[in-house]
């Protein structure tokens, strides 16, 4: 099973909006509303920033929120700031209690 | 809050076995609504999912390392344990330990919290 599919890069202003995609197949996040959404900050851990497709963990800023249409699935962040400047992963069930990560989305803010 | 603590050695030569443990405070691994995964991430690069155990013993591997991969739990000690044998310099790597939501339907998804990790090379 491939790696799910994420733009190597996305940047954006202070304030504006921003949409990272992450792109499978009819096998996993076309068949599953099992993604989930990961912030890294360099030399951290993965942060949990959305689970199944949708929800926000308790803690989670609103700012943050994710979609899904057919196999892609997206997080967007509403409100752009500089401590949201991490690397993000997406991750998709794949059946069988497997998963596939995405191979992350570095973000910058301008 | 609960906390994961990744140990174990820094070091492992090539064709040998990787070992690590994750000890979970402040939370019982005995949890019927979670399993206990263990993800990895190369120097510079994306996460990968290595497996995940339930506090019966039962597992799920990644098909790309099953034939290497034992993942147990020690729910005496509240930990899990990960061995990975014939490593080679590919698996270098950090590894995590994490907290697996378990679903009402038996689905296992999302990673929350996670542990520091912690780097493994493997070099002669």
């Known amino acids: 099973q491939s790696a799910l599919t994420q733009p190597a890069s996305v940047s954006g202003s202070p304030g504006q909006s921003i949409t990272i995609s992450c792109t499978g197949t009819s096998s996993d996040v076309g068949t599953y509303n099992y993604v989930s959404w990961y912030q890294q900050h360099p030399g951290k851990a993965p942060k949990l920033m959305i689970f199944d497709v949708t929800d926000r963990p308790s803690g989670v800023s609103t700012r943050f929120s994710g979609s899904k249409s057919g196999n892609t699935a997206s997080l967007t962040i509403s409100g752009l700031q500089a401590e949201d400047e991490a690397d993000y992963y997406c991750?998709?069930?794949?059946?069988?209690?497997?998963?596939?990560f995405g191979g992350g989305t570095k973000v910058t803010v301008l | 809050q609960l906390r994961l603590q990744e140990s174990g050695p820094g070091l492992v030569k090539p064709s040998e076995t990787l070992s690590l443990t994750c000890a979970v405070s402040a939370g019982s691994i005995s949890s019927s609504d979670h399993y206990w995964g263990w993800i990895r991430q190369p120097p510079g690069k994306g996460l990968e999912w290595v497996g995940s155990?339930?506090?019966?013993?039962?597992?799920h591997y990644n098909p790309s390392l099953k034939s290497r991969v034992t993942i147990s739990v020690d729910t005496s000690k509240n930990q899990v344990s990960l061995k990975l044998n014939s490593v080679t310099a590919a698996d270098t790597a950090v590894y995590y330990c994490a907290r697996q939501q378990r679903k009402y339907n038996g689905v296992c998804s999302e990673f929350d919290p996670w542990g520091q990790g912690t780097l493994v090379t493997v070099s002669s």
């Open positions: 155990v339930y506090y019966t013993g039962s597992t």
């Open positions: 991750s998709s069930y794949i059946g069988n209690n497997n998963l596939i």
